[in-house]
């Protein structure tokens, strides 16, 4: 069962809160993301726990199950850390565009073993907000754009990044989930 692309721009969650997740990027300190991404990893790495045939599950037919959102948002924080590194060594970088859908199916996300993902979302996680950790003062408002245009801060960046793993934990654990910054 294939999901429909998301191709929407979520860029607007820079400028208010999300209705679904309840995560508010325009108040979330950017200073904060080391942390807050160490801490969304460690849920993940919990739900990871599940049994397998639970993890593969999709709920709906238009959403991808905890596994794959779990592989998502390990290939995020690569894919961040990679940009993070642009930023802030090239002035105004334009980053390589990248398609999560055909990522989940290229890498077949479904088919991955958990605890190997869980390990590496853990890492991934902690590289990336290792790398956060070391932005200094002046490097915040370094920028760099998306293929499509958007155009960032290390600051929005930030911001709009954290967004991702924190709604995706959202669509597998609902309201009842561990609290977002932000959150209702």
Known sequence: MSIEPDDKDWTWVLGRRCPECGFD???????SVGAELRANATAWVQLLRAPVAELRRR???DRW????????VRDVCTLYETRL????SE?????PN????????????????PRAVAAALLAAADSLATAFDGVQPG????????GDGASFTVASFSRY?????VHHLWDVMGPVGPASPGAP
């Open 25 to 31: 990027a325009s108040a979330f300190p950017a200073e």
């Open 59 to 61: 709920p709906r037919h």
């Open 65 to 72: 199950s905890p596994l794959e959102y779990a592989c998502h």
């Open 85 to 88: 590194a642009l930023m802030l």
């Open 91 to 95: 002035d105004d970088p334009l980053y």
């Open 98 to 113: 990248w398609g999560q859908d055909a990522t989940a199916v290229e890498r077949d996300y479904l088919g991955q073993e």
């Open 139 to 146: 490097q915040w408002e370094r920028r760099g754009r998306r």
């Open 161 to 165: 990044l954290i967004h991702d793993p």
